[in-house]
């Protein structure tokens, strides 16, 4: 049965160009008070031209229809549940928003002089300090743009401290656990990588591991807790036996929202990591905003940090451009500015408990929907999980229904699906992360959806393969759109 | 007759060689096609390029994910299937035949003992699943 469900309009909407008619404007420009001058001599007569061939012309109101009316066919955080495991699709407390829309803080110009900006500089100490405490790190680069940013800062300073000790080695160690973002990091820094298979628990294997690390090997990229959802629980032993051989161990923080305020990389053993602002520390994540990937380092990797970096002085907080060992910039001006503002309001709302709460509440709502769902849907990693669990479709596909089919049939029910086909070391992956966000009613709404779809699939497969029914546009040709795109609209 | 010809040799990543005068084909499986779905683009290395053994040298992408292609011998490659960047679809149609991927000059014919046969290959695909 349906319990949930929201508004699809159907009408169709025609795009701008198809709306334009001649002569429609959106403006009204006051006239000319100053001498006009040619375009075509103050700019060169080849860099001018009449008009923009096709482009629409529509009134404001048109506009702003078009718009409204396409942003009700979407879905958000501020609609719904959004279980996409291994993303922290958290709500966005409105307290964020309020700070970073101070004026001081929003209209703050990064060409201002340092002098005029401390307390831009002030809120970026303090979330590096907090950022530090939180993962038992010793410094802070809040510059990446987002998390795959932050990989590659990340692998960037390992090969800087590699190189500086004489040789920036060869190869990453990647577990088949971990995000996909990291072997394209590795390659990107000009890394060979090597793939590290996971024990029937799922987990990394010491002795698996002991055997790839040699002097080649420059580090390990390691996701934790990893993608099935599991804490590697010999991490401080793995990173022992990286360290032992002069290599570095990376942690990437995407799933971070499981440990804060309960367990610091930094106290197992990590030598760098990233974290995503936009998934731990609620900032707008997808469309709804930049991310932020701030890197942490231990104390032997922050020479090699990206410059500038803040500098308390006796007149204030400064810029240190003398940098030698320096990788560089990454990222203009300060990283993304108004999201550091946010992540830091989140911290400061909630404190030490309140943010150890969240991490307790988002690892039970996991384990809940683990609980209520082990019954109809396959568990292929059973060792105790963290924020997220990650089921197989292996039940559903004797009935022709795969992970995919489920998904769009959750659209129906009224959610946003959860994360398909991945991890990629479970066949058929259903990958799902309430976080802390949701109560026990609407994550009782989700999971009596899936298991409302697993009965489907027993008594009428036909209606979840065809899935969904109730959007605008239900499949779409997908094999199509990849292997001949047509990228541009022609009238 | 069975799905995978009785004269080539398979790896544990679903790629198959055939032999003939020092000249490895090379393709993926049958079985590798069907569980990356349809396949919509694939990237190959150019002639000239030197491949190892269990190394990648290409990919291809479905909808569903990009996977490596990794070498079943080492060797040049002589040849490359021009016609797959056109028509990716050939990999889902005929995988062991028309699709084949690239040609490779081998340089350590004597890898190809360690290649499973066709029996192997089907028993070992069985258990994965």
């Known amino acids: ?491 | 007759m069975s799905t995978y010809p009785d004269t080539y040799r398979y790896t544990k990543e679903h790629e198959w060689v055939a032999v003939d005068a020092g000249i490895g084909t090379i393709g993926i499986t049958h079985h590798a096609q069907s569980e990356l779905g349809d396949i919509v683009y694939v990237d190959l290395p150019k002639v000239g390029a030197k491949v190892d053994a269990g190394k990648s040298f290409g990919s291809v992408e479905s909808v569903k994910a990009v996977s490596d292609i990794y070498s079943p011998v080492s060797g040049e490659v002589t040849e490359i299937n021009e016609a797959l960047s056109a028509a990716p679809e050939k990999l889902n149609e005929d995988p062991h035949g028309s699709a084949w991927l690239v040609k490779i000059r081998l340089t350590a014919p004597e890898e190809i003992q360690s290649l499973m046969s066709s029996a192997d290959y089907q028993t070992y695909i069985k258990a994965e699943q």
């Open chain 1, 1 to 491: 049965m349906i319990k949930k469900v929201r508004s699809h309009p159907t009408q169709n909407e025609p795009l701008l160009f198809e709306r334009s008619s001649p002569g429609k404007k959106a403006y009204q420009l006051p006239a000319l008070d100053v001498p006009e001058v040619d375009p075509a001599a103050a700019l060169g007569g080849e860099n001018v031209r009449e008009e923009i061939p096709g482009f629409p012309e529509v009134s404001e109101v048109e506009v702003i229809r078009h718009f409204t009316r396409l942003s009700t066919w979407n879905y958000a955080i501020d609609l719904g549940v959004y279980p996409l495991g291994s993303c922290t699709m958290k709500y966005n407390p409105r307290i964020n928003e309020l700070v970073a829309r101070l004026d001081g803080l929003a209209w703050a110009h990064p060409y201002q002089p340092e002098t005029r900006s401390q307390g831009a500089f002030e809120v970026m100490a303090h979330l590096e300090q907090a950022l530090e405490e939180i993962t038992g790190m010793d410094a802070v680069t809040l510059q990446p743009a987002a998390g795959a940013q932050g990989e590659l800062t990340g692998i960037l300073l390992m090969r800087a401290y590699h190189e500086k000790q004489g040789n920036p080695r060869k190869k990453i160690l990647i577990p088949d656990s971990a995000h996909g973002t990291n072997p394209a990091t590795a390659a990107m820094v000009g890394y060979e990588v090597e793939n590290i298979a996971s024990n029937s628990h799922g987990m990394l294997d010491p002795e698996v591991l002991a055997r790839a690390v040699t002097e080649d090997v420059a580090g390990i990229m390691v996701t934790n807790p990893n993608t099935l959802g599991v804490f590697e629980r010999d991490i401080a032993r793995a990173a022992e036996i990286l360290h032992a051989k002069g290599a570095l161990v990376y942690m990437d923080g995407a799933n971070m929202n499981a440990l804060v305020g309960i367990a610091r990389p930094g106290d197992f053993g990590v030598d760098v990591m990233h974290l995503n602002l936009h998934k731990t520390f609620s900032t707008p994540h997808g469309g709804g905003g930049p991310g932020s990937g701030p890197v942490a380092v231990k104390k032997h990797l922050e020479p090699f940090l990206p410059a500038p970096r803040l500098k308390t002085t006796a007149e204030g907080l400064r810029l240190d451009f003398d940098r030698p060992d320096s990788i560089g910039r990454v990222r203009a001006f300060y990283g993304n500015f108004g999201v550091l503002v946010r992540a830091l309001a989140y911290i400061l709302a909630h404190g030490g408990n309140g943010l150890r709460n969240a991490t307790v509440d988002a690892v039970l709502n996991a384990n809940y929907i683990r609980r209520r769902l082990e019954p109809y849907y396959d568990l292929p990693y059973t060792a105790p999980n963290m924020h997220e669990v990650v089921f197989s479709d292996s039940k559903q596909a004797a009935r022709g229904v795969r992970t995919g089919d489920i998904a769009k049939r959750l659209i129906d029910y009224g959610f946003h699906p959860y994360t398909v086909s991945f991890p990629l070391i479970v066949h058929g992956a259903l990958m799902i992360e309430p976080t802390e966000t949701e109560g026990k009613m609407e994550i009782d709404l989700l999971v009596d959806a899936l298991i409302s779809i697993a009965l489907e699939t027993e008594n009428d497969p036909d209606v979840v393969k065809s899935a969904p029914h109730t959007t605008r546009v239900s499949r779409v040709d997908e094999v199509t759109a990849a292997r001949r795109p047509v990228l541009r609209w022609k009238p």
